[in-house]
Structures are given as structure tokens and as C-alpha cells.
């Protein structure tokens, strides 16, 4: 195991068990896309045997068609598994899948943050569904969603007495410098750019920027999600066509904050992105504990490429010369030590070790930037 996930899963089971002493249950879910080729097109890809091998490796997750064609998505299981069973399960699956997918009808498997020209057609203006007939291509865009939420007392908490409204904010603040986080490459920064760049803004609704409300880049979750479809509806009555035509809604425990920047990439880490939302989580926590009020983020554009070296306004700049990542975790350090004896191996400064080994896996060029 590398040392960034090493340092990484170490700060994970500290904030787990920090927030769990506070008598929550963090429940964090991963969504990562991806492309295929397939060198025979009549070869259908066989998700149902994908699934079963995910099963048979522990992995709490399965693979679907996506929209676009040649487009697929990994979805986490809501089975009430830890943030750190999580972000394993999303590493191996990430490691796993490119020799399914193969295995099971793709000729070329990619998890990036954009495949090009992966499909064509423009849709005909002012229609979600219906194609016209302009083919030129479309250029997909891969992302890594993280859906943040808790429990207490059996109860999701986010959309209770403003909880979600403070996890939002927290997020939208901290998003800004820890944006190296979940934008790991340079094409994850052209991903941002593609309706703009390729006349996309019809056909792509990922987002681009820091935003709120439902439907925004950290999007809060209740009764309605960012489409604006009902959350959590059961039908009651069908018709004969298997269509509802009586349906109940219970949208509760399906609230959460869902984090829509991230960047499906080979170079994106599962762990460190935990320990980053489980980080935002903690803090939330401690600001209903002792009454404070969750600071407004300020409007800021995220950086707009990976490295700036001359302005220092990329996103590894930035990120080096922030501190809240690193303070947040030693922060949590000090508190579980403070109660806890288990955790007594614990460097007092894992925060600044592991922001230490994430710039310095650029700086020695571990992860060359293609």
C-alpha cells in the first residue's frame, strides 16, 4: 500500500470514530463513470455478469448503462457500510473493472475525465429526449460523485433543523482549495470547460463551477432532486400498463449533500477523498455541538487548470498554500486522543504527512500530468 493511502485510511478511522463518539453514523457513497470501446459493436456488454464477479470480490457496488453510449457507471450500494469499506470497495473496483468490462465485451476500457468523441447527435432544442439532426460528436464527461449524509438516533440528519444547509456551505468553502482533491489531472480541468468550449450546454448538465441549491455542483438533497424529480417515491396502484398511478413519498432518509465535481480519473484516490468529506462532515458536527454558525463561502471561480506556477492560482498551488485539510485532520487527531487511547500511534501531525505526500507525489512525478 502506498503511503498516501496509508495516511490517508489512518485519518479516515480517526474522523469515523470522532463522529461516531458524537453519536452519528457517517454514511458516504461513491458514483464513478467511464467509457468502452467495443471492437465488435454487435456484442452487447454483459453488466449482469460484471455484477456477479463485484459480488463475488466483497465489492458492495454494481455497474449500469449510462446515458451516452459507451458510457458506463460504478454505483456504491446504500447497505450501511462504513466510509472506510467505501472508499476500499471503490479502489478495487476501480482496479477490477477495466478487465471485466473487457472480459465482458469491451475492447477498450477508459476512466477519465473525458471521452472524446464517445458518442454523436445534438439534442433538438428545447427537448431532454429527442435527438435532431445534427450528428456532429459529443464529447462525454466522466465524473466521481461523493454523496455525504449521517445518521443519529436512526435518523438522517440532513434535512433536519438546517444540518444540510451547514454541510453545503462547509463544502462549498472548503471545495475551493481542496480542489486538487478531486481534480487530480489536467483533463479534468478541460471536463469543466466542455459545454462552453463544444457548444455542449444542451446535452451535458455536469457541472462547472461552485454551486448550490438542488441542482448546483454541491447539491443539497431533499424532496426534490437535481432534475427536479420527486425524491423517494413508491408506487402504490399500477396500471395495466405497469404505469404508477398512486404513489407515496418518503424522501427523508434519501437526503444528502451529493459532491458533483469530482473527476473520473486513474489518478483520483478514494481515501483521501473520504477523509476530505468525513473532515467537512466533523466540522459540521462540532458547529451544531457548540451553537456556531457555519461560515458563508465566499463566491470564488475554481482554478481553471492544474498547475499555474507563475500567478500560483492552479489547483496543486493552491492547494499546497492552504491549510485547512491539514489542520482539520490534526484537529481531529487531537480530539481522539484526548478520549481515546487506541489511537495512541497516531502521529499527532497526519494532517501535514499526508498533505506532504500528496504534493510531493507531483513534485517527484509520480503522477505524470499527460
Known amino acids: 500500500m502506498n503511503p498516501i493511502d496509508s495516511l490517508a485510511i489512518m485519518a479516515i478511522k480517526v474522523l469515523q470514530h470522532q463522529i461516531s463518539s458524537e453519536g452519528y453514523t457517517p454514511r458516504v457513497h461513491f458514483e464513478l463513470e467511464g467509457g468502452y470501446r467495443r471492437s465488435n459493436p454487435s456484442r452487447e456488454i454483459n453488466y449482469q455478469a460484471i455484477n456477479l464477479a463485484l459480488k463475488q470480490h466483497n465489492i458492495l457496488g454494481s455497474l449500469k448503462r449510462e446515458f451516452w453510449q459507451n458510457q458506463w457507471e460504478y454505483v456504491s450500494d446504500f447497505v450501511g457500510q462504513s466510509p472506510l469499506k467505501e472508499a476500499s470497495d471503490f479502489a478495487a473496483a476501480s482496479l477490477l473493472l477495466p478487465s471485466l468490462l473487457k472480459r465482458f465485451g469491451a475492447s477498450e476500457v477508459f476512466i477519465r475525465p473525458i471521452l472524446w468523441q464517445g458518442d454523436q447527435g445534438r439534442l433538438q432544442s428545447g427537448c431532454d429526449n429527442i435527438f435532431s439532426t445534427d450528428t456532429r460528436p459529443v464529447h462525454i464527461p466522466n465524473a466521481v460523485q461523493i454523496n455525504i449524509s449521517a445518521d443519529k438516533d436512526g435518523t438522517n440528519v440532513i434535512p433536519h433543523n438546517g444540518f444540510g444547509e451547514r454541510l453545503q456551505q462547509r463544502l462549498l468553502d472548503t471545495s475551493f482549495e481542496c480542489c486538487l482533491l478531486y481534480l487530480p489531472e489536467s483533463e479534468g480541468f478541460e471536463r469543466l470547460k466542455l459545454k462552453d468550449n463544444f457548444d455542449l450546454d444542451a446535452e451535458l448538465s455536469s457541472p462547472h463551477e461552485l454551486s448550490g441549491g438542488h441542482q448546483g455542483s454541491i447539491a443539497l438533497y431533499k424532496d426534490v432532486g437535481k432534475h427536479n424529480q420527486p425524491m423517494g417515491l413508491t408506487p402504490l396502484v399500477l396500471d395495466n400498463k405497469h404505469q404508477p398511478i398512486a404513489t407515496t413519498q418518503d424522501w427523508h432518509s434519501l437526503s444528502r449533500i451529493e459532491h458533483r465535481l469530482g473527476a473520473s480519473s486513474?489518478?483520483?484516490?478514494?481515501?483521501?477523498?473520504?477523509?476530505?468529506?468525513?473532515?467537512?462532515?466533523?466540522?459540521?458536527i462540532e458547529d451544531v455541538k457548540t451553537e456556531q454558525s457555519t461560515p458563508t463561502a465566499?463566491?470564488?471561480?475554481?482554478?481553471?487548470?492544474?498547475?499555474?506556477?507563475?500567478?500560483?492560482?492552479?489547483?496543486?498551488?493552491?492547494?499546497?498554500?492552504?491549510?485547512?485539510?491539514?489542520?482539520?485532520?490534526?484537529?481531529?487527531?487531537?480530539?481522539v486522543k484526548s478520549t481515546s487511547q487506541t489511537f495512541g500511534q497516531i502521529p499527532d501531525n497526519l494532517g501535514d504527512l499526508l498533505k506532504q505526500q500528496i504534493i510531493d507525489s507531483y513534485q517527484r512525478n509520480l503522477w505524470v500530468d499527460s
Open 266 to 284: 486513474e489518478r483520483y484516490n478514494p481515501y483521501v477523498n473520504v477523509a476530505f468529506a468525513l473532515c467537512n462532515l466533523a466540522q459540521t
Open 298 to 335: 465566499p463566491e470564488r471561480q475554481l482554478p481553471t487548470q492544474l498547475f499555474s506556477c507563475q500567478q500560483k492560482t492552479g489547483a496543486f498551488e493552491v492547494f499546497e498554500s492552504g491549510c485547512w485539510f491539514n489542520q482539520s485532520i490534526n484537529h481531529s487527531v487531537a480530539l
